[in-house]
């Protein structure tokens, strides 16, 4: 980001647990603060909830690998497969669970909505 101001980027890493989430959201909130998280896919794929919350925020997200390896101990096909492998995990975040009851009123709306066509 050129500029002649001066500047501070804010970054968190997410690759770990979610403890403390929930108050660096609030204050960033609070003082309207934009930062940018930095999420292993590991970390998307465990924390689905935090994932979307932290996007749902508005803040800015990054790739920090899928699993956080060391990468100057991987091969090079596997350097290369931790960015887009992390990159799907933190797109595509498992989606929520359901009740019971939703899943299937959602299933009942679904057979409605789209009757079966004969070719
Ligand atoms: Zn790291």
Sequence with gaps: MP???????LTFNAAWQTE????VLHVLHHDHTPATF?????????????A?????????IG?????HPHF??????????????ADRAI???????????SASRTAKQARRRSPRSTP
């Design 3 to 9: 500029t002649r101001r001066r500047v501070v980027a």
């Design 20 to 23: 403390g989430l929930d108050t």
């Design 63 to 67: 790739n920090h690998s899928y699993s």
């Design 91 to 101: 797109r595509t975040p498992p989606a929520p669970p359901r009740s019971r009851s």
């Design 38 to 50: 930095f999420l292993t896919g590991d970390f998307a794929d465990r924390h689905p909830a935090a």
């Design 72 to 85: 100057p101990a991987l091969r090079s096909a596997q350097r290369a497969a931790e960015v887009p492998r």
């Design 52 to 60: 979307r919350a932290i996007a749902k925020a508005g803040h800015g």
